[in-house]
């Protein structure tokens, strides 16, 4: 997978270099590069923003750097890349979305700042590239760097060969829609708290029931959304399974 971003702060994106996804860029699981909005300006100040039309507080991200930022990182490349925006006006970053893009050969990332970008560049892209605005909850951030080194972390934990132990994909929250059941490791008593028998059963049958009945009662309590959502029938059809 090939990964652009494009920031006014490249900097912001150092954890990039650290863990899992360093190591996949070392490998060439993931080759990314990080560029700078102002490489794409040509006065001396540098300038990506400006006020906004119609009024308003703050500034708003100007179309020439980034159409030519996008020019130059999406040239008519088959299939196109997709762009990825990260905004509080985006639709909920899911881990649906993320196995979405996580299938894409080429992420493109815009990280806006300010009151955001000129929505023209956003249009003009989608006249040749998939678009999606991306928000990761109802908050306002300074900007798009910090949401893209979440998206990028569950995007590129889902590349093959990227972790360890890609069993730990199967059973983890969200995989199957709902939240993933209390885990414990030894010791079996800690500060006069026991694990729960079941676990330490052996009876692997026991243990699966025990998880799939701790995950419906954790997701109802605390993300009744999620259930609501849920196919029940798939639930059924797991539940034969375990
Ligand atoms: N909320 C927000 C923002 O304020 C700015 C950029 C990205 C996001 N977000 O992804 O949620």
Redesign the pocket.
Known sequence: MRVDIVSIFPEYLAPLDLSLIGKARANGTLRLAVHDLRTWTHDVHRTVDDTPYGGGPGMVMRPEPWGEALDSLAPAEVPPPHLVV???T?VP?TQALAHELAAAPHLLFAC?RYEGIDQRVLDHAATRMPVTE????D???F??EV?VLVILEAVTRLLPGVLGNAGSLEDESHAHGLLEAPMYTKPATWRGLDVPEVLRSGDHGRIARWRRDAALTRTALRRPDLLAALDLGTLDKRDMVA
């Open positions: 990260p905004a509080p985006g970053f806006g991306v928000s990761l909850g908050y306002v951030l900007g798009g949401a």
